[in-house]
């Protein structure tokens, strides 16, 4: 496929390979991601990935869900995530805001590129936060040409979800591990 | 064809909303207010109209809208049409909706801040529609703070449908032509393209046209098992020197989730109305599309019986 021509999104057909690590404590953020998986998509695509980040160096510990799930209409990936306290009471949108890293997350938040909806969750039919998915393959094709070596040998849809996960996870503080990307 | 689209545009639903008895804080209590609900339209936008009706009744607090059908919450960003025709398969005249303005269920239903909440919802599904037809938003990001506020309008004017049409067509999001080999855009059983009926250099191949039936059965195979030996083994469409026109866009709402194994499709509801299967798609796409560029398809299903094992 033609890097040039690519229009940023991913189409199902394209086979999807999660690659898992379970990393240990770095910057007392902890990812568990699912363990080698290859999921393909289908016509009735969805990819949920669950991870949970744990911060644990507040008084007032905020649990957030991350699910990952297919937008068929806008073909990629979108960030669905909640946030609560250990005693369940769910967190409103402005202490999220607190919460989150406040240098690249407000860049992110400000950009025109990524700004957080409240939505009910396709399947589990609650509100959950949305990262809007309408600029997601303008900046994953903008992220795809800037690599020389890329735009000749062609993108890997395995590098997709990572390098999507990379941009969209720092809006909730969420660092991906450079081992992660080394893999083969 | 404006006659068709107009009638529907102005369709309405009757509604006779009952205050909750938890917050009727006098006796009597208020009667229910009766209230002509316009099909496109949604329910927050009628809080100004109802409130008065119940305001000397109602606990103090703040205000906090939201609507329910026999105990269900019902989500305020599906056109009232849609809600009404999807969860009354018996039409219910007057509609009998309870309101409450206190207990936001903050658990199962997004926040709702009255106008506003709704106008960008219908924004954001506008933008979903561009964005499967064109591949991108720009039509719609691009809109003039004033192209908006009127498109706006015309909505939730009871169906100011010239004004509507003004402001849409610059958004370059087209009709859709007949279809006469059954192009379906296979990597998402939600969209469509078609060939657009502006062409007229005898792209019209022969064979049967793309009915709405077939829309149905592409989007629910499960509940069609017997495959048909017609129009729907026809290839895709390869031809460089077709005009890819937009692809309209269907949501369907389904109105049970049981296992296809004996379910059929009992009945089909659009705008109220159960066309002919027969009918064009084009023809339903056309005149039956709401003001957010989505075709709501309700269907309605027969669910096989239960055999219910006895005692031995």
Redesign the interface.
Known sequence: MDILSW?GTL???GRILIIGEHNSQEEHDEISCPQKEETSCS??EELIDIATLVQSNCSKVPYYDLHIIYS????VPVLFFRAYYSDGE?LGFNAIEKDLPAHSAKALLDSKWTFI????HPYLN??WFKL?P?GTSEWMKLLFHVDVSVAKNGVTIELYLLSWLSVVGQVVGLRIPLEMLNQP | MMEARKYVWEGAIPLQIHLHESEVTTLPPPLPALILAPRIGYLPLLVPHIKPHFSSTLPPGIDTVWFDYKGLPLKWYIPTGILFDLLCAEPERPWNLTVHFRGYPGNILIPCEGEDSVKWSFINSLKEAAYIINGNCKSVMNMSQPDQVELWRSVINAGNLEAYIRVSSKLKLGTVGDEYAADLYSSSLNSRQSIGDTDSTGQVKTGKCFTLLDAVKSLLPEYFPYKSLNNEESSREEDKDEEKVPSENLSEHVESCYSSDDAEVKLVRIQGIEPKLEIPFSWVVNNLVNPEHFLHLCVCLKLPQVKIPSDT
């Open positions: 229009d189409s199902s057909g016509e009735k068929a209409s806008y073909r769910p909806t409240q939505e009910e609650r509100p809007h309408c």
